[in-house]
């Protein structure tokens, strides 16, 4: 499944870019996502998600395939086994990011495989719901880390490229299943 996002962010290209690149400070900003060890490029840890009866938490190693700093594009290749053995995930994800005006346009492409108890989601595009709604927090978390209004970036002490991001909400299952789910439905009245 191939998934696309964009999103703006007020900050300079190259906050973000060093932002990006530094996967155990934004791993807080993905709810569900953990960095257990790190070293050249890759990365070990989990990602833990519960939808309704089902969890999956995956165990597996995130690497750095392709980091580009002139153009602004780093990939990264990611793959997991269920901790309890019941499916495994593999993805690509491509970022690329630009000046937007005064702010920051970042593209972000994911080629995912899921095979287990979560490729039942697949079906009928939960899976995508789901996903949109992770990208949607995780976006949100690096909003707030990033983009501090003119006031309180001239009155803080420390330096905001360097300060980590705020902790991220753990995934919430239910809660996350209803937003989807009520998404849904909205959608439906509005092409009804």
């Excluded at 994800?93 to 994911?110: G, K, L």
């Excluded at 939960?126 to 309180?152: K, Q, T, Y």
């Excluded at 991001?165 to 009245?189: D, E, H, N, T, Y």
């Amino acid at each position: 499944m191939k998934l696309e996002h964009s999103f703006e962010v007020e900050a300079p290209l190259a906050q973000i870019w060093e932002t990006m690149i530094d996967v155990e400070r934004v791993a807080p900003c993905l709810p569900g996502a953990e960095i257990t060890d790190a070293g050249d490029g890759v990365y070990e840890g989990s990602f833990t998600i519960k939808l309704g009866p089902t969890t999956a938490a995956y165990a597996g190693k995130l690497e750095m395939t392709e980091v580009d700093e002139a153009a602004h594009r780093v990939t990264m290749s990611a793959n997991g086994r269920d901790k309890r053995g019941q499916g495994s995930a593999k993805a690509t994800i491509s970022s690329s990011m630009r000046v937007a005006e005064a702010a920051t346009h970042v593209d972000v492409v994911t080629d995912f495989t899921l095979t287990g108890r979560l490729a039942r989601f697949g079906r009928g595009g939960m899976i995508e719901d789901v996903s949109n709604r992770l990208v949607g927090d995780f976006v949100e978390c690096l909003r707030s880390s990033l983009e501090a209004p003119a006031s309180s970036a001239a009155a803080a002490s420390g330096d905001a490229a360097t300060a980590p991001p705020a902790q991220a909400r753990p995934v919430r299952g239910i809660r996350l299943l209803l937003s989807v789910l009520w998404g849904r439905i909205k959608r439906l009245f509005r092409s009804g």
